[in-house]
Every structure is written in structure tokens, then in C-alpha cells.
């Protein structure tokens, strides 16, 4: 399709932002580059030569258009397009269609960007920009108070030593241990300390750590964790006890959902998904690939009113909650230059986390499905 070099062609398509399509003069697929693929949700290979109209369900007007533009040689753009796609999928978006000119095999260039591309991309740059704020207020709020909470305890032991009744020693073993209480409590709104141990490893390693406690912590209850991994994932550079921390938080807060009194059915599902993802901007650093890590619950779904602050501190969906292991979940997550996001409804909550991958990890380390059994 591409004169002169096309390897280097279509590794300069492959490395763009933009989806982009190329079709004959028939409208029929001739490429397809890996951001289109991604954002589609489609394979190159298995709809090479597909008409346009097949790939893009209930488009006649859209093809219409492409028609006339090829016939016309002149290009258009069209803004907040409904696009159906082949899996029953409908999507907003801007495209762009060009006709080519003397190209073989090539006559129309076709360049699509989700509407929603840029939104998240703010919204990743605030997510992390908020929560990186909110991390150094607790941070300092924590060191506020654990130097008063210091004296208090350091008094009321003093205290004890001095006092003429050993019964008294009661009241004073109340302030110590509340005073022990709030301290262990501002160490968990702060985190973990101890530096991150980077190293490569295997996402599916920390999945099946969580997995196997998690089966433990629910052996006497109807809930199944279930799993969907991509054999084909790379490594990535990380921590494994961090992560397999921030996963346990994600997870152990689905089986609370589905302990909840909310929850109209019997039988409790996780499911623990990972796929590969090429080409997507987390915060404002574009990545080649990126892992992505779904923990799925059939539970009643986030209050609506929660769903955008539920990985602050101290915010919690449940009386009886402390807020806690969803923010550490996202600080952990953050300092492994990744994202948490949390689409919920009413019977399904999914959390959507994202890891680049180590680009220099070797195919010969790649964790097998055998591992897993059926």
C-alpha cells in the first residue's frame, strides 16, 4: 500500500495518538493502525477488506458522505458523530475523512478521535493532581497530630506511675490506648513508608496472591472470584507487595459491596481481568502499552453521589467504613505512574487500573494460561 518504505510507515501510523483507517476506492479496509484498533475495539487482521459500512453498524448517512467525498476529492471533518460498532457498542466521536491521491490501494484516510480522549485526559491531570495535593495535607495533618498524641500518651503514663490506687490505672490504660488507636490510624492515612522495591514482575503473580486470599476470606460465603487473563502480557516494573496491597483493597472492597443489604441476589461474583492496551495517555505521558487490571463485582453498585471522590481519604460508602484502602489503593497505583477509574452501576462495579509496561521486557518472560489451569 505504501511506496518507498512501508515498514517505516506503518510504524510512524502505529505510534500515533489518532486512529486512523485507510480504504480503497470500494471503502473497503486496507489498514488500520494500532490506536484505531485499540479504540474500536477491533482486529486489523480479521477485517482487512471489510466494507466500511460492515465495521460501522447503521451508518449509511456517514457513508454516504465518504462516498461523495472521494467522488469530489475534497475533505470534511464531522463533529459528535454516533458511531456503532461491530460489538453492539455505540461511541462519540470527531473524524476526519481525506481523500488520497496516486496511492495504490489507497483512496481514503479516515482519522477518528473519541470525543472523550481529551475530557479524560483532563480528568486524569486532576484526578492525580488532587489526590497528590490531598496525600501532602494529610501528610501534614498527620504530623500535627501525632506530636500532641505523643505528650498525651507520655503523660497519661507518667500519670500512672504517680497515682496512689492501681484501680485508677484504668483511666489512664483508656488514654494510652486511644491515644495508640488514633496513632495506628493517621499511620494508615499517610501509608506505607517503606520506600517501593521496583523490580520486574508479572501482574498475573500479584492477581493469583490476591485471589488465593481472597478464596480464603470467603470460603463460607456465595461469593466466586473468577478470572479472565491475557496470557500474552508483558512485565511491568513495580513493586509486588505494594501492588498486590492496592489490588487487595480493590477487591476486598467488592466483597463488602456484596455483603451489603443492598444486594438483591444470592450469589456474589469478582471476576479479575487483565488485557493489553496500545497507545494511551495516563495523566499527560503517553505510553505504548499499558496493562490494564479489571476487578468486577455483580454488587449494588456506588452511590452515585460517592462515585467521583471514593478514592479520597476517609470517604466510604459504608457506615462502618474508614475510607482508607481505595486512596491508598490509588497512591500505590499513582507511584507506579498508573491510574484507577470506577464505572458503576446498579449489579456491576468495575475498577479499571492501568500499569505501563516495562518496555524492555523481554517476550520470553510472557506468564502462560497453562499456569492457570482451565
Keep these: ?22 480504504l480503497d476506492k470500494d471503502l473497503r479496509l486496507q489498514y488500520i493502525n494500532l490506536a484505531a ?43 459528535k458523530a454516533q458511531l456503532q460498532l461491530l460489538h453492539g457498542k455505540t461511541m462519540q466521536v470527531d473524524y476526519t475523512v481525506t481523500p488520497l491521491l496516486e496511492i495504490t490501494d489507497a483512496a481514503v484516510l479516515i482519522e477518528i478521535q473519541g470525543t ?21 495535607l494529610v501528610r501534614g495533618l498527620a504530623h500535627e497530630i501525632k506530636n500532641p498524641l505523643g505528650g498525651i ?8 506511675a504517680e497515682l496512689p490506687n492501681s484501680e485508677l490505672t484504668d483511666y489512664t490504660n483508656v488514654i494510652i490506648e486511644e491515644a495508640d488507636r488514633l496513632h495506628k490510624l493517621v499511620d494508615r492515612l499517610v501509608g506505607s513508608r517503606k520506600p517501593m522495591e ?56 467488592a466483597v463488602q459491596a456484596l455483603e451489603s443489604p443492598h444486594v438483591k441476589h444470592r450469589s456474589g461474583l469478582i471476576e479479575l481481568k487483565t488485557r493489553i492496551m496500545r497507545n494511551i495517555t495516563i495523566g499527560t505521558v503517553f505510553h505504548k502499552l499499558v496493562i ?19 478514592f479520597f481519604p ?4 459504608r457506615a462502618e467504613g474508614t475510607g482508607l484502602g481505595l486512596s491508598i489503593a490509588h497512591s500505590i497505583v499513582n507511584q507506579h505512574k498508573g491510574i484507577i477509574e470506577c464505572k458503576s452501576e446498579p449489579g456491576c462495579t468495575r475498577f479499571l487500573v492501568y500499569l505501563p509496561v516495562l518496555a524492555e521486557a523481554p517476550a520470553s518472560n510472557l506468564f502462560t494460561a497453562s499456569q492457570f489451569g482451565k
Excluded at 4 to 17: C, E, H, Q, V
Excluded at 302 to 309: A, W
Aim: hydrophobic letters at 40%; a negative charge; zero cysteines.
Design 1 to 22: 500500500m505504501f511506496a518507498g518504505n512501508p515498514k517505516l510507515f506503518k510504524r510512524l501510523l502505529d505510534s500515533l495518538t489518532t486512529s486512523v483507517l485507510v
Design 37 to 79: 484498533e485499540s479504540l474500536l475495539a477491533i482486529s486489523g487482521r480479521q477485517l482487512h477488506q471489510a466494507f466500511i459500512g460492515d465495521i460501522f453498524i447503521h451508518a449509511e448517512q456517514d457513508v454516504l458522505e465518504v462516498r461523495q467525498a472521494l467522488a469530489e476529492h475534497h475533505s470534511f471533518t464531522k463533529r
Design 116 to 136: 472523550n480522549y481529551a475530557e479524560r485526559i483532563s480528568r486524569d491531570e486532576n484526578l492525580i493532581s488532587t489526590h497528590e495535593t490531598t496525600r501532602e
Design 153 to 160: 500518651r507520655g503523660a497519661a503514663q507518667l500519670l500512672a
Design 198 to 253: 521496583f523490580r520486574k514482575l508479572n501482574v498475573h503473580e500479584v492477581l493469583e496472591r490476591v485471589r488465593n486470599l481472597i478464596e480464603a476470606e470467603v470460603r463460607d460465603r456465595d461469593i466466586t472470584v473468577v478470572r479472565d487473563y491475557d496470557p500474552s502480557i508483558p512485565e511491568l516494573h513495580g513493586d509486588s507487595e505494594q501492588l498486590i496491597q492496592a489490588v487487595l483493597n480493590i477487591v476486598r472492597n
Design 292 to 310: 490494564r487490571v479489571e476487578v468486577v463485582d455483580n454488587g449494588p453498585g456506588v452511590p452515585p453521589e460517592l462515585i467521583d471522590n471514593i
Design 314 to 317: 476517609m470517604i466510604s460508602g
